[in-house]
């Protein structure tokens, strides 16, 4: 069962990522430099946060078009589960691997708080442990993560169950307090906030089991396949 | 951009002729205050510079502690004052660039980043709103695009900074001690240039640096490149690993000209170089501008011409450049060339070791009057009172600023910023925590005893997370050192700073000086600032939320102490009185009751009583966990003092502990065998922070209220004025 | 072949908010300043210096950067692309 | 009084380098194989529509504002202001 975690030039959460899906999940974990292809075998793609390229032009952009995104698509195609978190969201709706956008916080800062998320969807490789309306307390990190859609995206995310996380409260102005989403498959999902950094009670000052699960979750999903 | 008349005849007399432009531009720039601390040098020898776990080796610009386990921690400080004057954004960002390269240079990962700031009157002046609110924006762009989280600091507001500011940036790095950089260099080695193109940008930084602003060259702004600064991070630690690098150091003041001569200096060997090899942003450089170019996001390597291929192959993978722009020689000189032909070639010796001054000094004679206190105007409403002093900018909730810094980043945050101070979590097990502190309004009343308040200061914050202090890192920032009454207040900072790092055994691993600060209006006060790293050994004391019936108990006596206090200064305009001071002995009892206390898991929070007073730092603890308290004055240890000094007094080696009713006969058993000074001074419950004195209520305000105003006050202020 | 200066301007397309125009203009109103602004909307500009064989080839080479890099997000951005000789 | 649309351009000084702009050119533009452009530029615009007596007015009132505001910094950006009749 192998994981790989995306690295772009610039990526700064891909060792993060990398900590916790191998010392804290076991799942063996590679790391893919951004003009490399994928192997066909891999298991489950991570695309990590942080930043790529500085962020430059719209976060997410440029990484969009490297090449390796091009085999993301294709095994993404294939029911690979697929996961970005933070900037790895931003990359997804970028090269439209995801609907909608990620425009800057109404607050316009960079914004580092612990927020807390709803469930919404549970039958993603990625929250297939975790109960509907569950709440998990999670730190976002973003200065660009309000997500947007048009109303025909939005009523379309909800008629396909695609919203697969909430905000409990207005955090930065998302349309719909979304702050992740699959693709109409589910094996794709997107999320703002960063669940690596929430599963190790050590720096997690509320409750670690819940993003525990999003891990978790990929451990039954690939056990089940195998 | 120029030497003394002196200096110039000084340097014609050590190489026996007339220097050339670029010899006298390298000089000019290596002899600078800023590189070369002329001024400060043959003093800072004062300080205490080892110690058990510190790792001393040459050619390092950043500390090294031994934390154990194969491991170290590195640490450096410095400050962007100058450039951040006059382009906020950019000057901060570039400081905490230069930082993270002096961590780096030493062959270990940044891991995080401390900022102190210092700005005019915000409420009044809203050119000290726009570079605040610049300079931090400008450290979070910079910070969070490197992925280094910026998990501590303090912000502080006095008239003295008007037209200008203080940004001072701190860096911790860790790895592994087998993989520092031993700096040497053999025959036939290369000298390689990696990171970003040399540009015009930042010509003449570092004497800017040592000027008053008045005579600023303000050509000296550098744009930032946070991306270029993480591939450059990236790519050294990937070369570190595979042990490609000899020698190491930070492009930084005084550009290629100070890297290559210090470089050149420090491991005995000469530089030949080329400067029509380095990489440049434009076409038409004359050598001159390419040695003391202050472009950012430059390191300079020295390696065998075996490893450079592979060093190359790790540059491109990270699309950096990297240039072959010389050679190492044994002839201890600096020789550059372009071409050819010879611009420069002077002894490394002589250009890295500038003539040192000893400066006169004389005692100020506003100190004579200053502790004289004056009459203050009776306050008829304390809690009305009290509800604006929590919205004063200097006590004012920092939220605003640190919630824009990514201090998650790294997985390593245990205890976040908002508290006193932070801890990580290291790979051996052990946790350091880390504070920097300052205190400009106590210094310019006391240089010594304020001075050693900061110390002091950044220590309580680190034991309070149940660290033991290990180092410390001091920055020196006052005015122009030729004003013999400024030096004076310089020298009078360092002995008291050096008296406490002895007496506590806490060794100084890095710091750095900064003089000319002089705004329009004159000097600043003196504004030294201390960092203090901690060692926690087994677990960190992260601070449990208060519930109702959870006891509040105070170490240490308040005194007469308000000269400095935010209580005189911003409620009762008053610039004077008696300065706190810190009794070393007392101060160490505190300390050490403090850490056995939390070592035995029977509290549930430390928090330090520092600015604002008693008042302000059990009103935090209280809006903190949303809970009201019941304190009563005439408990609280000490002189015997009017309610108001009791409230406000800035007395150190103070702390508040919160402890569990069931807990609190322990507490007290350990705290007497301890022999400090401590009472049970309250009760937390309700929800109002209540002040009683006699048996009358003399503070009584709601929590929520009061957490509303204290957390919102400073975003308030920035947005709307 | 002569060379020119391209400017590229995103924009949000209208309906979409712009958090960082209206803060700037309230607090121009806030302040009780210069009520003669009625609206502030900011965009991003891209300069490119390009070299092709007359200016239509230049815009249209620009046009088709700006659509297949999505060098504007066009679910929320509208795109124009002006081109002047250098 | 007419209404005017105001274009505030703010970049940074030439000789300063831009680093968003180079990378745009190297990382996105470049490797999606445009090799006729040589050179991007990054700005920023803010679009002001304001009701004065004439352009000349419209013009300094919004050269005012943002110096007031402080809305760029003299020492490393140039602004440009122009008018056009909304
Ligand atoms: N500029 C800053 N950057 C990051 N964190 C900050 C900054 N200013 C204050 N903080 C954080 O806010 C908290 C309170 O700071 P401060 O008021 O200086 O504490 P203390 O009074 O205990 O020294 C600390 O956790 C500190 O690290
Ligand atoms: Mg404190």
Redo the contacts between chains.
């Keep these: 069962m192998k994981v790989g975690v995306v690295v772009f030039?610039?990526?700064?959460?891909d060792?993060?990522m990398y900590?916790?899906l191998s010392d804290v999940f076991h799942f063996d974990t590679q790391y893919f430099?951004h003009d490399k292809g994928l192997p066909k075998n891999i298991d489950a793609i991570i695309l990590p946060g942080?930043?790529s390229?500085?962020?430059?032009?719209?976060a997410g952009?440029?990484a969009?078009?490297s090449p390796i995104i091009s085999d993301v698509q294709k095994l993404a195609e294939k029911g690979i589960p697929v996961l970005g978190v933070c900037n790895g969201f931003q990359i997804l709706v970028?090269s439209g691997l995801l609907p909608?956008?990620l425009?800057?916080n109404?607050?316009?800062?960079?914004?580092?708080?612990w927020t807390e998320l709803i469930v919404e969807n549970n039958k993603t490789p990625f929250t297939n442990k975790l109960k509907l309306n569950q709440k998990i307390p999670i730190?976002i990190?973003n200065?660009e993560g309000r997500y947007?859609?048009?109303d025909d995206?939005l009523k379309k995310l909800k008629k396909n169950n695609q919203i697969v996380f909430r905000y409990s409260d207005v955090v930065n102005?998302s349309a719909n307090r979304i702050a992740g989403v699959c693709n109409e498959d589910g094996n794709v999902v997107g999320m703002m906030p960063?669940p690596?950094?929430a599963v190790?009670s050590?720096?997690n000052?509320i409750d670690s089991k819940p993003s525990s699960l999003i891990f978790e979750s990929l451990l039954v999903q690939m056990g089940a396949k195998n | 951009m120029s030497l003394e008349p002196q200096e110039l005849d000084e340097l014609k007399s050590k190489i026996g002729r007339v220097p050339t432009s670029t010899e006298l531009e390298i000089v000019a720039a290596q002899w600078s205050e800023h590189c070369s601390y002329k001024s400060s040098k043959m003093h800072l020898k004062m300080l205490p510079m080892t110690g058990p776990l510190v790792i001393n080796e040459k050619g390092y610009d950043s500390g090294v502690l031994d934390v154990g386990g194969g491991y170290v921690v590195t640490a450096h400080i410095e400050s962007h004052n100058h450039p951040s004057a006059v382009e906020p954004y950019g000057g901060a960002a570039t400081g905490v660039g230069g930082v993270v390269r002096d961590i780096l240079s030493a062959g270990t990962r940044p891991i995080a980043i401390f900022d102190g700031l210092r700005f005019g009157n915000i409420e009044k002046d809203k050119q000290a709103r726009w570079l605040f609110k610049n300079a931090v924006k400008g450290i979070?762009?910079y910070g969070?695009?490197?992925?280094i989280p910026t998990i501590g600091g303090e912000v502080e507001f006095d008239d003295c900074y008007q037209n200008y500011a203080l940004v001072d940036v701190a860096c911790v790095g860790f790895g592994r001690k087998d993989k520092l950089i031993k700096n040497h260099a053999k025959k036939g080695d290369v000298v390689v240039l990696l990171g970003g193109s040399t540009g015009r940008d930042g010509i003449g930084g570092s004497q800017f640096a040592s000027d008053s602003l008045e005579s600023e060259d303000r050509s000296a702004v550098q744009i930032p490149?946070?991306?270029i600064e993480?591939?450059i991070i990236e790519a050294i630690l990937e070369a570190r690993t595979q042990k490609l690098i000899h020698a190491m150091k930070d492009l930084g003041g005084g550009g290629l000209s100070c890297a290559v001569s210090e470089i050149a200096d420090t491991l005995d060997i000469g530089i030949e170089m080329d400067v029509n090899k380095v990489h440049t942003r434009e076409n038409d450089m004359h050598p001159n501008e390419i040695m003391v170019s202050e472009s950012q996001e430059r390191m300079l390597i020295v390696t065998s011409k075996v490893k450079l291929k592979k060093l190359q192959k790790i540059c491109e993978?990270?699309?950096i450049g990297c240039s072959v722009i010389g050679s190492v020689t044994f002839d201890n000189k600096v020789h550059v060339k372009k071409g050819n032909k010879t611009f420069a070639n002077l002894s490394a010796d002589i250009i890295a070791n500038a003539t040192l001054l000893d400066l006169p000094s004389k005692k100020p004679s506003y100190l004579k009057t200053i502790t004289h206190e004056k009459k203050l105007k009776p306050i008829t409403d304390y809690s009305k009172m009290m509800m604006k002093f929590l919205s004063a900018p200097n006590i004012a909730s920092k939220i605003w600023v640190?919630?824009?810094?990514?201090?998650?980043?790294?997985?390593?945050?245990?205890v976040?910023p908002g508290g006193d101070a932070s801890v990580l979590?290291l790979d051996n097990g052990k946790f350091l925590s880390v504070k920097i502190d300052g205190n400009p309004k106590q210094c310019y009343i006391n240089p010594r005893e304020g001075a050693i308040g900061c110390f002091e200061e950044a220590c309580r914050n680190v034991v309070c997370t149940g660290a033991k202090p290990v180092g410390m890192l001091d920055h020196l920032q006052f005015g122009s050192p030729k004003d013999p009454e400024i030096f004076w207040t310089f020298l009078e900072s360092l002995k008291g700073l050096t008296d406490f790092a002895k007496d506590f055994g806490i060794p100084c691993i890095g710091g750095k000086v900064s003089l000319y600060n002089e705004t329009p209006a004159g000097s600043i006060k003196p504004t030294p600032l201390i960092g203090v790293l901690g060692l926690i050994d087994k677990k960190p004391l992260?601070p449990q939320k208060i519930i109702d019936g959870d006891c509040l108990v105070i170490v240490g006596d308040t005194k007469d102490e308000l000269g400095g206090s935010e209580y005189f200064e911003y409620i009762h305009k008053f610039i004077g009185g008696n300065c706190p001071t810190v009794n070393f002995k007392e101060s160490k009892k505190n300390m050490n009751a403090v850490l056995d206390i939390i070592s035995k898991q029977i509290i549930k929070s430390a928090h330090d009583c520092s600015k604002g007073g008693l008042a302000v730092a059990v009103s935090e603890l209280c809006m903190t966990s949303n809970i009201g308290c019941n304190v009563s004055l005439d408990m609280v240890p000490g002189e015997k003092l009017s309610f108001d000094r009791i409230l406000f007094s800035e007395s150190h080696s103070r702390y508040l502990l919160t402890v569990e009713k069931k807990n609190i006969s322990k507490l007290e058993k350990i705290l007497k065998k301890y022999k400090v000074s401590f009472k049970n001074i309250g009760e937390f419950g309700g929800e109002k922070i209540r002040f009683n004195h006699n048996n009358t209520s003399v503070i009584n305000l709601r929590v929520d209220k009061a957490h509303k105003t204290w957390i919102n006050s400073l975003r308030d202020l920035v947005l709307h004025g | 072949m002569a060379t020119f200066d391209v400017h590229v301007t995103i924009e949000n397309k209208p309906g979409?908010s712009d958090?960082?125009g209206e803060?700037i203009l309230n607090d121009l109103v806030l302040r009780g300043l210069h009520k003669s602004v009625t609206k502030i909307k900011t965009a991003k500009m891209l300069k490119f210096t390009i070299t092709e064989k007359d200016k239509k080839t230049a815009h249209s080479k620009v046009q088709k950067i700006c659509d297949d890099?999505?060098?504007y997000?066009p679910?929320?951005s509208i795109v124009t692309v002006d081109v002047f000789d250098a």
């Design positions: 030039p610039g990526s700064n959460c060792r993060d900590h916790v430099w942080g930043f390229y500085g962020d430059r032009l719209r952009v440029i969009a078009h970028e909608g956008v425009l800057k109404e607050s316009l800062n960079f914004m580092c708080e730190p990190a200065g947007y859609a048009d995206t102005g960063h690596e950094r190790e050590e720096i000052p | 979070a762009d969070n695009c490197l992925g490149d946070p991306f993480k591939l993978k990270f699309r640190y919630s824009q810094y990514d201090h998650e980043v790294g997985i390593r945050t245990v976040k979590r992260v | 979409i958090p960082e803060t890099l999505r060098i997000n679910m929320v």
